[in-house]
Structure formats: structure tokens, C-alpha cells
């Protein structure tokens, strides 16, 4: 069972908000070199297409280079992790639970 989940049609807001819950730490998501807006769908930021119901889930031991990675691999779109404050990058060698803890 996944720690995570991301759909297409869950809106950023709700993913940045559903990663927060359950790693502590902050997501940025951006549309292409700016964030992007909270109110838009993953599958509308997404340079990929998204298969209709596609979910894709993710565990906390999960290194953060392989998480942002993969969204961009699954999903075309670019996130950073940041600490709980949102005021510096996690390194990307950190698992997902132990970046909430910084």
C-alpha cells in the first residue's frame, strides 16, 4: 500500500495538501518555470498524457531525486521538495518520510 497517491484529476492544491499530510514536508509543483496555480488539475500542468483513472502511488522511503524523477517521468511535471517551512530544497538522497523531518 502506498503512502501517496496522484491522480490526474486531483487538483495541486490537493496534491501539495495530501503530501504535506503524509511526509511533512512542503511540495512545490510547478507549470512549467512558475508555480503552478492551485486551482489547475495535474493532468492540466502535465506535458504527458494521463490515461483516464491513472494513479500512481508512492512510499515514504521513496529518495526525493526518485520521486521528482518519476513525476516528471509519469506525470511531465516538475516538483521540488522543500522542508516542512518551505525556506530550503531537501536533498535529493532523503527519503520522502525523513524530509519532514529536517
Same mark, same amino acid.
Given at each position: 500500500m502506498a503512502d501517496f497517491n496522484v491522480s #490526474?484529476?486531483?487538483? &495541486?492544491?490537493? !496534491?501539495?495538501?495530501?503530501?504535506?499530510? /503524509?511526509? #511533512?514536508?512542503? !511540495?512545490? &509543483?510547478?507549470? #512549467? &518555470?512558475?508555480? /503552478?496555480?492551485?486551482? /489547475?488539475? &495535474?493532468?492540466?500542468?502535465a506535458k504527458e498524457k494521463i490515461p483516464s483513472g491513472t494513479e500512481v502511488g508512492f512510499h515514504g522511503r521513496t529518495k526525493c531525486g526518485s520521486f521528482e524523477k518519476q513525476m516528471m517521468d509519469k506525470f511531465g511535471i516538475k516538483v521540488q521538495v522543500a522542508n516542512p517551512d518551505d525556506s530550503e530544497l531537501v536533498s535529493d538522497s532523503v527519503s520522502l518520510t525523513q524530509s519532514g523531518k529536517s
Amino acid at each position: 500500500m502506498a503512502d501517496f497517491n496522484v491522480s #490526474g484529476r486531483m487538483k &495541486v492544491k490537493t !496534491l501539495r495538501n495530501s503530501f504535506k499530510k /503524509a511526509f #511533512g514536508s512542503t !511540495l512545490r &509543483v510547478y507549470n #512549467g &518555470v512558475r508555480f /503552478a496555480s492551485d486551482d /489547475a488539475s &495535474v493532468a492540466s500542468i502535465a506535458k504527458e498524457k494521463i490515461p483516464s483513472g491513472t494513479e500512481v502511488g508512492f512510499h515514504g522511503r521513496t529518495k526525493c531525486g526518485s520521486f521528482e524523477k518519476q513525476m516528471m517521468d509519469k506525470f511531465g511535471i516538475k516538483v521540488q521538495v522543500a522542508n516542512p517551512d518551505d525556506s530550503e530544497l531537501v536533498s535529493d538522497s532523503v527519503s520522502l518520510t525523513q524530509s519532514g523531518k529536517s
